[in-house]
């Protein structure tokens, strides 16, 4: 369960509480039944890109990674003559 920051607006009392998705926002302080107001964090992960990948969130000009090399072309198999016996 996610936990949300709340602090009263009237006391100053803050404090963490552990709710669920779908609890409603608390509204009264414990301490002195004052306004609450919910503080926000800023987010400690960020993903950016289609992925989840390392290279994700890189510009292709300051990668480190190189390409895989491509396999080499295979060479054409010998054509097989057929001796036609007359």
Do not use: I, W
Request: net charge positive.
């Amino acid at each position: 369960m996610p936990t949300y920051a709340y602090a009263c607006k009237d006391c100053g009392h803050a404090f963490d509480v552990f709710q669920s998705f779908t609890d409603s926002t608390l509204t009264s302080c414990p301490e002195c039944q004052g306004a609450l107001r919910k503080k926000f964090n800023s987010v400690g992960v960020v993903f950016k890109g289609s992925g989840f990948y390392r290279t994700d969130s890189r510009d292709a000009k300051g990668s480190t990674v190189s390409a895989a090399p491509s396999a080499p072309a295979a060479a054409p198999a010998p054509a097989t003559v057929a001796a036609a016996a007359s």
